[in-house]
């Protein structure tokens, strides 16, 4: 096979731009798949990340960047081939490509790209510990969501022993998260981990034997939402925090505020990559939005915006 690691001996990954089109928006080039780096490299024009800006990394089953064309990597577990799936013209994910990809084979997530423009990508190479999207036995996509206006969703269940379900990233002090998740078993003590890092820091919806509680684990100060109801539903958690102090919120109610630091975190799913423990996400991920700055006054915009697209509350 000839090496097409460069064009007219420019490194693929050095080219901005192909024919007029940012490299960006190809994925592949004679169905060869670009380099991971080359994915998603531009800031935003319009969209979410647009009028909530300087995020540090944002994953999502929907389109948050007009010039974020690729949402995920799906892996076919029949034969381990993957394939870049991006959006469609709604901005919903393009379920019809992964469909296509998997056939009547399971499919799982190798990377959750980064749609900020940093290429902070979400990663999983060990094909044993990757959350899964699709069923290849119904042959459809994993959906969470009310009646009407269900959405993809990634699902993270653990098998019971060895590491845990994950994706990792590269580490961020946030000081501004919101996501979209459901866990779905009750694990009474522990905690739901949707983002985490080493030494139980993280955004988590915990089970207890009185229901759901929303908790925020920060490098100095724990923030606590109880009695939050069935554990089934899916959820919306916000949190702020100014370095100092913090809030948490619930489905856009419920806050609570105390001493809260930034959180450092590096995975989805649990509380660190390679992870073995009850602090995990047993449970669905839909959409992660991190930032290392108080996104407080952000806010009400974030949840509004959220929840049009979702219609969690």
Not at 144 to 156: D, H, V, Y
Not at 165 to 170: A, I, Q, S
Not at 233 to 255: K, M, P, R, V
Request: aromatic content about 8%; charged content about 15%.
């Amino acid at each position: 096979m000839p090496d097409i690691s460069k064009i007219n001996a420019v490194d693929i990954g050095n080219i901005a731009k192909v024919d007029g089109a940012t490299s960006g928006n190809i994925s592949k080039v004679d169905g060869l798949s670009l380099a991971v780096g080359s994915i998603n490299p531009d800031a935003p024009t319009s969209g979410f990340l647009f009028d909530y800006p300087n995020a540090g990394a944002a994953y999502s089953v929907r389109q948050l960047n007009n010039n974020a064309n690729t949402a995920l990597m799906v892996r076919r577990a029949s034969d381990n081939a993957t394939a870049n799936i991006g959006f469609d013209g709604s901005g919903d994910l393009a379920v019809a490509d992964i469909a296509s990809h998997c056939g009547t084979s399971d499919g799982f997530i190798e990377y959750w790209y980064d749609q900020t423009g940093l290429q902070n990508h979400a990663q999983q190479t060990n094909p044993a510990i990757q959350p899964q999207i699709y069923d290849g036995t119904t042959q459809s996509v994993f959906e969470e969501g009310s009646t009407g206006n269900e959405k993809p969703t990634l699902k993270f269940l653990w098998s019971g022993s060895g590491p845990l379900p994950t994706l990792g990233f590269t580490s961020l002090d946030v000081q501004g998260a919101f996501t979209v998740c459901r866990p779905e078993t009750l694990n009474v003590g522990s905690a739901n981990c949707v983002i985490g890092q080493a030494n139980l820091v993280g955004l988590a919806a915990a089970g207890e034997s009185g229901g759901r509680t929303a908790r925020a684990f920060t490098n100095s100060g724990t923030l606590n939402i109880t009695a939050l109801g069935a554990l089934t539903d899916q959820c919306f958690l916000a949190f702020n925090s100014n370095g100092t102090n913090g809030s948490l919120e619930y489905n856009g109610a419920n806050e609570v505020t105390g001493g809260a630091q930034a959180m450092t975190v590096d995975a989805i799913g649990a509380t660190r990559v390679g992870a073995v423990s009850t602090l995990r996400l047993e449970g669905n991920a839909q959409e992660i939005i991190l930032y290392e700055t108080d996104q407080t006054s952000n806010r009400t915009g974030i949840e509004s915006n959220v929840n049009t697209y979702f219609n969690i509350f």
